[in-house]
């Protein structure tokens, strides 16, 4: 069973580009959790979703930001006009259904 | 609680010796807490969980202390390696919700 898979691992943006961030969750799971992590710091959770739908994104910006996760396909999180503070590692975790999360490798965002 | 932007607090144990590291959470209702281990370039990986109606529970050369009356929580680790070197992240669940929030974090150094 291959583990939480995350593409790319490294994305580089110029200002105003938009990014595009993949997460396939584990076989079986149909919880995703999206986080973002600066540099020395923990993580922050952004989104929460279940399939086709978000439960909870009390974590996202209001702007710019936006993720699914369609009935096919992995979940992305995508972020519009990116701005140079948007440079970080943002990290995926999939759940079968309760407490335990398993995280992917992260991609590390670095807008120019 | 949330994490802030400093400089994560580092601990330098030397190998063979056993390390504990602390953490102290922020919300009451918290029930369900977790020790994550981040290596360099990588996502979080689970070590142990504690529910909240127990304070000792014991994994393989881990163990997690939780007192909920100070709402401390503590990782030991027994005879630590250079392979335990990372950053050490406590996280907390309240009840059904599954947003998990992360503490700032610990560098764990094992000097050879």
């Known amino acids: 069973n291959a583990g939480v898979m995350q593409n790319p691992r490294h994305l580089v943006r110029r200002r105003g580009q938009e990014a595009r961030l993949r997460c396939s969750p584990m076989?079986?799971?149909?919880?995703v959790y999206w986080y973002r992590q600066l540099p020395e710091e923990g993580l922050k959770f952004m989104v929460y979703?279940?399939?086709?739908?978000?439960?909870?994104e009390s974590g996202m910006p209001k702007e710019r930001f936006s993720a699914e996760f369609p009935k096919e396909g992995p979940s992305i999180l995508r972020i519009q006009q990116v701005v140079r503070g948007d440079s970080a590692a943002y990290f995926c975790a999939s759940s079968p259904k309760g407490d335990e999360q398993f995280f992917g490798p992260g991609t590390r965002l670095t807008v120019l | 609680g949330e994490s802030v932007g400093l400089h994560l607090p580092t601990l330098s144990v030397q190998e063979g010796d056993n390390s504990i590291i602390n953490c102290a959470y922020s919300n009451s209702a918290s029930d369900y807490f977790i020790w994550y281990k981040q290596e360099s370039g990588k996502g979080p990986q689970f070590i142990i969980d504690?529910?909240?109606?127990?304070d000792k529970r014991q994994g393989q050369r881990v163990t997690v202390l939780l007192n909920k009356t100070v709402k401390h929580l503590s990782l030991q680790i027994a005879a630590t390696q250079p392979g335990d070197s990372a950053v050490y992240f406590c996280a907390e669940k309240a009840g059904g919700y599954q947003k998990v929030t992360f503490g700032t974090g610990t560098k764990l150094q094992v000097i050879p």
């Open positions: 979703l279940q399939k086709e739908n978000i439960i909870d």
């Open positions: 504690i529910r909240s109606n127990m």
């Open positions: 076989k079986g799971h149909s919880h």
